[in-house]
């Protein structure tokens, strides 16, 4: 048991070591200009000097993508809700929603800035835009594919419409928003990030999006990686949290819809 | 009231007829189906898969409209529309159909809860008393569905169905994915049941030796209808010990033979 916990933490560990070998290796050999390729040790060198700004970042990211993300959950939510309730509604919304999902966020930005200004604001706002969908899509299919019987038990018992839809239709359905979080998440951080390309430092702030704009214009790749690398690792926070709030949610309403860790 | 309607059955169902279509083409499940249920009484459809017993329960459940023909319970036209169910008739399915998030004891109180009546002491009372009399012990009440074995589950389901003290029980192969020691079982518990609360039943089930256990009478379907009613009486009373007598194994190649010649006809 003891060996195999070590295994897990120590390949994880030897294919990064393995992968910064060759990395530096071949920076080295073919000799490449550090605006090109910086080393490893220069990228870390560079988070270590940026360290405040890069935290202050992504707490300011962390913010935008975690309220975009919960915008969507309610906004979204309350969309499925209205979608379940009526055919008619959800076959001629659907396409609209559906348009979120295809429209290019990076095209609709500009426009949302210009709408909304360069603010913290119209990041949320992007952010909620690109992760919407999935919640939208996974709810609404959650709250009307209910399981024939327990509907029958409603109707056997001539519940109402509200009863059937807050006693049976909603708690159906939490699995799936989970799922739509899930999936979500990631969209959000995305979202944030690209949001805050386009606020840029005409912005009052600075998020991580616009350190890496910022750090592009120095020529600083090294901390333009380093930039990325904290991108990844706010994705990663918000899908533990997520994780972590599901399961929690779950725990309470179904079977075994255990996350694997 | 009851014993007017009783000569006439409680439950008649008159010329039921029904049919559906997959890819196309319509398939009649129900034709010209007849069938009276006494008060008080136990009967069984009992029948090959596919012969339309679950539809005529859905049917008399009120929860699917028949194309053709009408069901009266009590002498009062029924259909899908009727608001007086819940007083009359409680359903018990196949899979004991608890909400996942709920207490076993939520879930029996569901019923309550949804006529806007649970949180009174006389409803919680009820429900406890169901809960003890199905045989649910205490510590059990506060789980969750998910750590309930599957007899449990069904016994949960059959507590959840009585507490708003129905007239009618309808059962859709209740007991069908439970052991043989546990169906035994809870035969016995829906007998008694039945008796103490004056409950008709009507009980679809697949299993013959079931049938005869709990049965007053067993109504053989066949190609969407009745094709033979065999009332079933023992001098004995219905407990275990009666599966081995001789007027038990009467009946069952009985009715065995009824199934079997009814099933080469198809």
Not at chain 1, 248 to 261: A, H, I, P, Q
Not at chain 2, 126 to 142: F, I, M
Request: some cysteine.
């Amino acid at each position: 048991m003891m060996t195999s916990r070590l295994v897990r933490w120590i390949a994880p560990l030897l294919v990064f070591l393995v992968f910064a070998g060759v990395w530096d290796f071949s920076v080295r050999w073919f000799d490449l200009h550090k605006v090109i390729l910086p080393k490893p040790l220069d990228v870390i060198q560079a988070m270590f000097q940026e360290r405040w700004i890069l935290l202050r970042g992504s707490w300011i990211t962390f913010q935008a993508a975690f309220l975009g993300l919960l915008a969507s959950a309610v906004i979204g939510s309350m969309i499925a809700i209205v979608f379940s309730q009526s055919r008619i509604v959800r076959v001629s919304f659907y396409p609209y929603v559906l348009f979120l999902q295809t429209v290019p966020i990076v095209a609709i930005a500009p426009l949302l800035i210009l709408w909304f200004g360069n603010e913290f604001k119209t990041v949320v706002l992007v952010s909620c835009i690109i992760s919407i969908f999935p919640i939208v899509s996974n709810v609404t299919s959650g709250l009307i594919s209910l399981n024939e019987n327990l509907r029958d038990l409603f109707r056997m018992q001539s519940a109402s419409r509200l009863q059937v839809l807050f006693k049976l239709c909603i708690p159906s359905a939490m699995p799936q928003l989970v799922l739509g979080l899930r999936i979500s998440c990631g969209l959000a951080v995305i979202g944030a990030i690209v949001g805050e390309f386009f606020v840029g430092d005409r912005g009052a702030y600075e998020g991580l999006g616009t350190i890496i704009t910022a750090r592009q214009g120095n020529l600083n790749t090294a901390a333009m990686i380093g930039a990325v690398i904290a991108c990844a690792l706010l994705g990663l926070v918000l899908l533990v949290l997520v994780n972590l709030i599901g399961t929690l949610v779950l725990k309470r309403w179904t079977k075994d819809v255990g996350f694997e860790s | 009231m009851i014993a007017s309607a009783n000569e006439l059955g409680l439950i008649q169902c008159n010329g039921i007829g029904i049919s559906f279509s997959t890819r196309g083409q319509k398939r009649d499940v129900l034709k010209q189906l007849n069938l009276n249920v006494s008060a008080n009484k136990i009967v069984s459809l009992l029948g090959p898969s596919g012969c339309g017993k679950s539809t005529l329960l859905r049917i008399i459940a009120g929860l699917v409209s028949p194309d053709s023909g009408s069901v009266t319970i009590d002498g009062a036209e029924w259909s899908t529309t009727t608001t007086s169910k819940p007083e009359w008739m409680s359903f018990v399915f196949q899979e004991a159909a608890l909400l996942p998030w709920r207490t076993v004891r939520e879930n029996v109180a569901l019923p309550l809860e949804l006529r806007g009546g649970a949180s009174n002491d006389q409803s919680q009372d009820q429900v406890s008393r169901w809960l003890e009399h199905v045989g649910l012990g205490k510590s059990d009440w506060n789980k969750k569905p998910n750590q309930l074995s599957g007899g449990m589950k069904m016994r949960a389901s059959i507590a959840r169905a009585m507490v708003t003290k129905p007239k009618i029980l309808l059962m859709d192969e209740p007991f069908a994915a439970l052991d043989d020691v546990l169906r035994s079982r809870l035969n016995d518990l829906l007998l008694k049941i039945a008796s103490e609360e004056s409950c008709t039943v009507v009980f679809v089930t697949h299993n013959i030796a079931e049938a005869v256990y709990l049965s007053d009478t067993i109504a053989i379907m066949s190609r969407g209808q009745i094709a033979e009613q065999i009332p079933i009486q023992f001098h004995e009373s219905r407990t275990n010990k009666l599966r081995g007598t001789p007027a038990f194994a009467n009946y069952f190649g009985q009715v065995s033979d009824i199934l079997f010649r009814t099933a080469l006809d198809t």
